[in-house]
DNA sequence: CCAATTCCTACCGGGCTGATAGAGATTATG
DNA sequence: CATAATCTCTATCAGCCCGGTAGGAATTGG
């Protein structure tokens, strides 16, 4: 499941894509009603894993440290969530066999552990900011919708 | 992240697939060196959901309720840690609509609630028991892992 | 100087996870 | 029938994590 903070971030990193320009916390907060205590941790966060900058004192506020379309949701999620594998022993970023695995290798489960990860980081790190925030918000996955209204 | 209770389950079943006859909690769980009295209630969670039938007194114990081709890791996930999806907005099974999202249609996120869901329970619903049992454990995801032997 | 902001650290309640416990129901076997 | 092996059910519990709150320190524009 997606932590509810991961689901603030992404909102967060959204507003200032659409806004392209720097934002207050409180600013960030109120549009995209997030607790502003708590958005506090999570640019820091965001800042921290080098996907946001920030300028302090009036005037100041946080702004994308890069172009939107360069950041990914992967990395938004990667960044408050931890990996994105369903498990440590099917982690890209953060291997760490399983406590109870009597071997790697013969582990019926992987595969499809690895399968899981493959697709869903393929999926995720080809969505960007700019990507999430131009268009429609279907397009993504409604191609092969077809005609479902309700 | 896949809860150690899925893991359980999944390592159970496997077991059933692999022995093709039925077995008792205590033969799964020394076999799988899953607690005992933890996979109970695994056991019956799985018989509710009816992927797993069992027969009471000595000589008594769990099987399969239809052929481990059958049997899809999603339909063993899904009775233990529930929906698949990511967050509830985006379920197939137990949809509900996100508490604090404006409106649906115009989430920036769900698109990608959406696309995750739909990979992964492609894949997943088409991993059967018998697919993970037979084989080498690698043909799910090795197709495309060329040569890495580390 | 003042006020607006980011930065940092500590804290906390509630729910979920991963168990453990024990009693009850069912059924082969001697 | 008695016994023992099994499944069945319900309660309980400790620890951790999630979501959120709090308060103050550092920085900086006006």
Tied chains: 1, 2.
Excluded: H, W
């Amino acid at each position: 499941m997606l932590s509810q903070k991961a689901r603030y971030a992404l909102n967060a990193a959204l507003y200032l894509a659409r806004k392209n320009d720097s934002a207050s916390i409180t600013a960030i907060a109120a549009d995209r009603e997030i607790p502003r205590k708590f958005l506090e941790q999570i640019m820091l966060q965001m800042k921290a894993a080098g996907l946001v900058r920030s300028r302090r004192g009036p005037t100041g506020g946080y702004y994308l440290a890069s172009a939107p379309e360069t950041i990914t949701f992967a990395a938004v999620l990667r960044c408050i969530d931890g990996p994105l594998a369903l498990a440590p022993c099917a982690s890209f970023t953060a291997y760490e066999p399983c406590s109870s695995c009597k071997s790697v290798t013969s582990c019926e489960i992987r595969p499809m552990l690895l399968a899981v990860r493959d697709t869903t980081v393929l999926l995720l790190e080809g969505i960007s900011l700019a990507a999430a925030v131009a268009e429609p918000p279907s397009m993504l996955s409604e191609e092969k919708r077809a005609g479902g209204s309700a």
